[in-house]
């Protein structure tokens, strides 16, 4: 095996997808797992097999990929802007999978239903709220607004989703978990009063699942839960042995200075992170990825630890594993036994639109 190269130890990501599912089970929710993080058909199709009621895609072309995998029933969580060869994409899509997408204005409404055009009455239309993110949605009180406007276009009101994307920090989870669910109840409110019933009330987030407890909520879209990675650990939202994904990487030089330098820089494990949190950990020498150059990754060791020596191969484990898999165009998969078991392409790999 060459590195850099992602390791996947298939028995932790099992074992993974069956505690979100039993989570999601015990308390009456669907599991409609995020893609972005695996963007490997064989993991999806565990998570179905496991009892996901569907997948979360985050652009088109994932949404295409796994439904030609088979996958039945997707959402596109995201503000999609349909014109353009994605306006007969979407279209195409429509004709052989259940599609719900999200919407966040009026304007993207009216493209969504040019799109889908005489197949209008079979698109799904999730309504993105904000709660506290700051990223895309509106507020809670004009998701009826939008999901009756959807409606009146021919389109079909399906309910209402938010990412809590600020619960992603020390001491945040609970906090976003509150904000979250008290904005999808405002936003359930917001249809009722346009006559619009929520069938969908989708709560997304790894951080924040398993807070995800509000009876208001039917649904939650984790992604990172089947890898794990140093942020979830730092918050601790798992444990070392949740860690699904490594980055095996060579030791390539070592000039004596505090850190000794990794085949592993942004190119592999994307720029995520900063100085204070590092970009990754090698928990066998107890070592941080201080900095990262394009092919260079600076491993900062402790004073007294092991040092790896050059031509030495570490595993590391990434401090956000969502980019990791994009960096790669496959996913060697093993166990945690250290039995090499197969190669899996990364599927989704690259399709940005
Ligand atoms: C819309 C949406 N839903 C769900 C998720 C999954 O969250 P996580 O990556 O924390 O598991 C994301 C992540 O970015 C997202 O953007």
Redesign the pocket.
Known sequence: MSTPAPIVLIDVVADNIARMQAFAHEHGRQLTP?V??HKNVHIGKMQLEAGAGGL?A?NLSEAEIFAAAGCADIFL??PLWAVGTKATRLKRLLQNTRLSVGAESTAAIDRLAEAAGEFTGLLGIVVEIDCGAERSGVPPEEAGRLAAYARDRGLVPLGVFT?P?HG?AVGKPEGAAEDQALALRHAVASLADHGVEAHKVSA????TAQLSTDPVITEI?????VFNDCDNLRIGDCEASDIGLFVASTVVSDQGHEHVILDAGTKALAREGDPDRGYGRVPSCEGRLSRLNEYHGFLRLPDHGVRPGVGQRVAIVPNHV?PIVNSFEELIIANSHGELIDRWPVDARGQLN
């Open positions: 995020h972005k993080t979360t985050g969580a995201y990412y994307g992603g997304g987030s790894t951080p879209r984790p992604g990172e839960y969502c």
